[in-house]
């Protein structure tokens, strides 16, 4: 039976229901798909099997809504490179201000539809040239000529010869522009982790948890239908080797960075205690646990979800080139299916791989396991190379800043650190952001909880957390800002901010976002 997990009604299909409507006394809860991540933020997994169309309804104008304005400067710099939302929605209003190179004037702007117009129309005079700049938005500009003309042609004689140029871009000048994350946004927080716990709730209940056991998260009481924040967020640091280096270094190591994680498992204790957490990361940057259960009765319980944010495009390749033994790596590496193959000749296989190629689509959603075997790798000679005393001998070697963040940490616990990566080269990934290693203080090594470690350094000093949020979000705009000119940063910003920082977050805009009283997460 299909429940809504919100108000428990049984959900039918809505062509059924309207076929055969003398069925039914009254209108049912129907099936809908449902964004699990929400899908202005690039959410790709959506089940029909959720929520009802009326609750899916509810939620979006209660907590999607809020929760996705908290990220609209982020898939508003990175939507030119998106894959394409499966639904159109409006541009977003964000607001920001624009900072003149030559005279450090800053202008408050609003950015729509990627145009960067002043939030108070302004003009400039070229006396040289003749032209009287308008900065405006374009509903504003025309409007405002009759004021500037008013004003300055009793200040100039030959006003008639003046040209009248509008400037609805501001990004188009010699400045720098930044947008603001979550400044103006009332009661950030708590709209943030209604979020959250929304997606965690959607996650759990696709997975099979019965909604009764996300008393954390839902709160189906009587007269109560509604998603709930009950002080269980949790926000994510790393503390285990593998994390540290992943996490320091994520856009060069993680393939198809940015992308969104989500991990439902439990976590037990010798005292028969069992805990349903879920882990959210967003973005590669925004991450989180969020608890569901403090004494979960249910199965044990590890489904992960991972995806691209970010559209792929399958590489230019010419098939013919390639010498006839490598085809198989072509075969092996995009999973063509070769039973297909019904040829005899080396001229009739190129043919076959040259057709399948063609037919790929590559899909968001990418296996993490292989994902961690290959990051894994990566550290493993990262750090092997940074033993080697000189660099300058592999010039070319990649993955530079990987290998100077091993040089560079000095308190790498190696037993800790080749134990982690054990488990990730052998696939055994139950340990991702669930268990670490550490030293148990006699040259041996133990297994922690990783969020109940985070939770006790919380308890003693929230600062390096914050601090590690805030450099998540350095992270995401670096790489933002380094993607080729062509690409996203070059059409938003018209060649102006391509090396520019372009989304301004202090230490007190990131509080807003990053305190959560972990004081009451049991």
């Keep these: 039976m299909n429940l809504c997990y919100l108000c428990g009604r049984e959900m039918f299909d809505e062509k059924v229901y309207l076929k055969d409507k003398d069925k039914f006394s009254e209108e049912p ?104 700049k308008i900065y405006a938005n374009e509903s504003i500009a025309k409007n405002y000529k009759n004021k500037v003309v008013s004003e300055v042609k009793n200040q100039i004689n030959d006003i008639q010869l003046y040209e009248i140029k509008y400037i609805t871009d501001i990004s188009s000048e010699n400045g720098s522009l930044f947008l603001y994350f979550t400044e103006g946004i009332d009661n950030c927080n708590e709209k943030l982790c209604l979020g959250l716990n929304k997606i965690a709730t959607g996650f759990a209940y696709h997975h099979g948890v019965r909604r009764t056991d996300l008393v954390r998260s839902l709160d189906i009481t009587q007269d109560n239908e509604k998603i709930i924040y009950s002080k269980n967020v949790i926000p994510f640091f790393p503390i285990g080797c593998f994390d540290i280096f992943l996490e320091l270094n994520r856009p060069e190591l993680e393939s198809y960075y940015p992308t969104h994680t989500l991990i439902l498992f439990t976590q037990k204790y010798t005292n028969d205690k069992k805990l349903l957490y879920c882990y959210i990361d967003l973005f590669s940057t925004f991450q989180f646990y969020v608890l569901l259960n403090e004494n979960y009765e249910g199965d044990d319980i590890h489904k992960e979800y991972y995806q691209t944010v970010l559209g792929q495009e399958l590489p230019e390749i010419e098939i013919r080139k390639i010498r006839p033994k490598f085809l198989n790596v072509i075969i092996e590496n995009f999973k063509i299916d070769r039973s297909k193959y019904k040829g005899s000749s080396t001229n009739d296989l190129y043919d076959f791989v040259e057709e399948e190629y063609k037919k790929i689509q590559l899909k968001s959603q990418i296996n993490i396991d292989d994902i961690l075997v290959n990051i894994a790798n990566d550290l493993m000679i990262c750090y092997s190379v940074s033993q080697v005393s000189k660099l300058s001998s592999l010039p070319n070697f990649p993955l530079k800043d990987v290998i100077n963040s091993f040089r560079n940490f000095k308190s790498l616990h190696l037993q ?87 989304i301004e977050v202090s230490e007190k805009h990131f509080e807003q976002v990053d305190i959560i009283d972990t004081n009451e997460c049991f």
């Design 416 to 502: 800790c650190f080749l134990s982690e990566i054990k488990h990730y080269l052998d696939k055994n990934n139950y340990i991702f952001r669930r268990y670490f290693y550490d030293d148990d203080g006699n040259d041996e090594v133990e297994i922690l909880s990783t969020p109940d470690e985070i939770i006790a350094s919380y308890k003693k000093n929230e600062l390096p957390i914050k601090a590690y949020g805030y450099r998540k979000f350095q992270q995401l705009q670096s790489f933002a800002n380094s993607t080729p000119k062509e690409d996203i940063l070059h059409t938003l910003y018209q060649k102006k901010l391509y090396s520019q920082p372009i």
């Design 29 to 132: 809860a129907l099936k809908h798909k449902e964004h699990i991540i929400q899908n202005a933020l690039i959410g790709r997994l959506k089940p029909n099997n959720i929520l009802c169309k009326a609750c899916g309804n509810k939620l979006n104008d209660t907590i999607d809504i809020n929760f996705v304005n908290i990220f609209a400067s982020i898939t508003e710099i990175l939507q030119k490179k998106n894959v394409q939302k499966e639904r159109k929605n409006n541009s977003p209003e964000l607001k920001g201000h624009f900072l003149n190179k030559e005279t450090q004037e800053k202008i408050n702007i609003i950015i729509k539809d990627l145009k960067a117009s002043p939030v108070k129309p302004y003009y400039k005079v070229d006396y040289e040239n003749k032209i009287i």
